[in-house]
């Protein structure tokens, strides 16, 4: 015989149904803010990773409490799940933010920010000149409508008779070789601070200098799709891999100078400011710190 | 961006900080609305809709300040 009594069964049923999670509305509670067209037009997605409408257009929804509250979240916001979780909340066209293409991330994040709190932006800055501290308006949408070019991507790189096709990062590798420098970073400011013996120091501050040189071949290699020789495609991680840890300095060089000129492609999101004050004109630098940019409107 | 380790820790009170106040408004909110709205609605409810709420809220606030009637 239970000793359960009968009616906390009843209850536990009625708390069972009444309970809000996972509620199939909960789709229809949002409606898209605006839409957009992503730099990439949904080239270099992992398969699967998203669905984009038949007219290309990819409809953002306002963030919710719970989207603003996930972004307060420090560890979350670390290793990058943060920014993954309001992105599939807000962007219901992507199924795994994880596989998105770097060039697609400001693009997505400026544009929820739109979706959330309107077009204007607050952020304030210090005349460098007369150091007095002033508050301004940015319009963003600015910045969604500054082209980016990612044409460079289509044109390979030619060293010998090796064609190299580069393609733009996925949010999940660019995420985690950032992890890597700043546990590197960490690891300088620690070794800094220690007063360990000068050699000691010398041999770790090696160790670091060698990690972060792998870490700079990986950044590479993580970026060639393929390499193509005698008309075969050479896709094999661990043979890109192999082939720039021991490849010509020239090939490496190509590569890295690819590298700058599509970092230079990107749209320069910087602000022109006039000192209301004593009228001096500077540049401010405009970053996307996540932690930032989602809560100055809040 | 490069903070020290005070920084860092001031930052990371503030979002804590911040988060508890995002909590207590959406709490204060259920409150107002008089369990017409739970907790886990509001969690849900975009960003935009909330401030639609505190207008009611405010302005219900107002209408009560102005009629003498009292607001509990």
């Known amino acids: 015989m239970s000793n359960e009594n009968p009616n906390q069964e009843q209850m ?184 360990l013996d000068a050699e000691i120091k010398v041999q770790k501050f090696n160790e670091i200098f060698k990690k972060m040189t792998e870490l700079t071949m990986r950044n590479i290699t993580q970026s060639i799709e393929y390499i193509e020789t005698n008309g075969e495609k050479v896709t094999n991680r661990i043979y890109i891999n192999d082939f720039i840890a021991n490849s010509d300095v020239k090939a490496f060089k190509d590569i890295k100078d690819r590298h700058s000129q599509l970092d230079n492609s990107v749209p320069d999101k910087t602000v022109h400011t006039t000192c209301p004050d004593c009228q001096h004109k500077y540049v401010i630098p405009f970053t996307f710190d996540h932690a930032n940019f989602f809560a100055l409107a809040s | 961006m490069i903070l020290n380790n005070a920084e860092i820790v001031k930052k990371l009170e503030g979002m804590d900080q911040e988060a508890k106040q995002i909590r207590k408004r959406l709490i204060e909110y259920c409150w107002y609305m008089r369990g017409g709205i739970t907790f886990s609605e509001l969690v849900q409810m975009p960003v935009s809709d909330i401030s639609l709420i505190n207008e009611v809220v405010e302005s219900n606030l107002e209408t009560a300040k102005k009629s003498g009637q009292p607001f509990f």
């Not at chain 1, 257009?57 to 979350?76: G, Q």
């Open chain 1, 12 to 195: 536990k049923d009625f708390l069972a149904q009444s309970k809000p999670a996972g509620n199939p509305l909960q789709q229809y509670m949002r409606t898209p803010q605006i839409y957009i067209t992503l730099p990439s037009k949904g080239k270099y997605w992992d398969p699967g990773s998203i669905e984009i409408p038949i007219n290309g257009e990819v409809p953002i929804l306002s963030m919710s409490s719970l989207d603003e509250l996930t972004l307060k979240s420090p560890d979350a916001l670390m290793n990058g799940q943060a920014v993954v979780d309001v992105i599939h909340s807000c962007v219901p066209c992507i199924k795994d933010a994880w596989g998105m293409p770097i060039t697609d991330l400001d693009t997505i994040l400026i544009a929820i920010r739109i979706a959330t709190y309107g077009e204007n932006m607050e952020y304030s800055s210090s005349c460098p000149e007369c150091k007095e501290f002033n508050e301004y308006e940015i319009d963003l949408k600015r910045f969604l409508e500054a082209k980016v070019d990612l044409s460079l991507y289509d044109s390979p790189v030619v060293w010998e008779n090796l064609i190299f096709k580069l393609r733009p990062q996925t949010y999940r590798i660019t995420n985690n070789n950032n992890l890597e420098v700043f546990e590197q970073q960490r690891i300088v400011t620690v070794v800094n601070d220690q007063s």
